[in-house]
């Protein structure tokens, strides 16, 4: 499947909608959203501009039980243009889940929408952080300790916001 068809996938998820208005950030990013404008793991919309986004809150778990909070805004990077996604947030008061420079890959367009769809997405590669281009504040935690010698800081695993475990293992996730 190519990028904008996963984008367009991404987008199409039933959520319920984010109406952001004006509003826009400064290099015209859609870095603004806050996690406290949506109780819910996920909304989306459509700026004024006519550019499609959605914005998330996931926790990356690390193998030692560390937590990092994150809140992400996919977006559209011009109404004219499909095949160029970006990531942005209200950077440094949030983490992104990972870096878009130059754009986002497929690879990442699919584990946000294996996030959005289950829930959970379980990283089992270590190549998985070069592959998701995982932002930097992952990669400095993981690579600043020897993973011989402290396994601890590998993320393992990415979890949406709301989602909840059932007995079974699976995971429900709440929009």
């Known amino acids: ?19 952001i208005g004006e509003r ?6 859609i870095d603004f959203i806050k996690s406290s404008e949506f109780p ?9 501009f006519g ?5 998330f809150r996931a926790d990356i778990h690390y193998a030692n039980g560390g937590i990092n909070e994150t809140l992400t805004t996919l977006f ?13 947030g209200d950077v440094p008061k949030t983490k992104l889940l990972f870096d878009t420079i130059g754009g986002a890959n497929i690879n990442q367009l699919e584990l946000v929408y294996n ?16 592959a998701y281009k995982l932002e930097p504040f992952i990669k400095i935690a993981y690579n600043y300790h020897n993973p ?3 396994p601890g800081f590998k993320p393992v695993k990415i979890v949406l916001k709301g989602s909840n475990v059932l007995e079974d293992g699976t995971f429900v996730v709440s929009v």
């Not at 819910?40 to 004024?48: A, L, V, Y």
């Not at 559209?76 to 942005?88: F, P, V």
Request: proline letters at 1%; hydrophobic letters at 30%; aromatic letters at 8%.
């Open 24 to 29: 826009t950030g400064g290099t015209g990013y």
């Open 76 to 88: 559209q990077r011009s109404n004219d243009y499909q095949h160029l996604w970006m990531a942005a």
């Open 115 to 130: 996030l959005l769809q289950n829930g959970h997405v379980n990283l089992t590669e270590d190549e998985s952080l070069e």
């Open 148 to 150: 011989e010698e402290d």
């Open 40 to 48: 819910e793991s996920f909304r989306k919309g459509i700026d004024k």
């Open 1 to 19: 499947m190519s990028l904008t068809e996963t984008a367009n996938k991404i987008y199409n998820i039933e959520c319920p909608t984010l109406d």
């Open 51 to 55: 550019r499609k986004f959605i914005s």
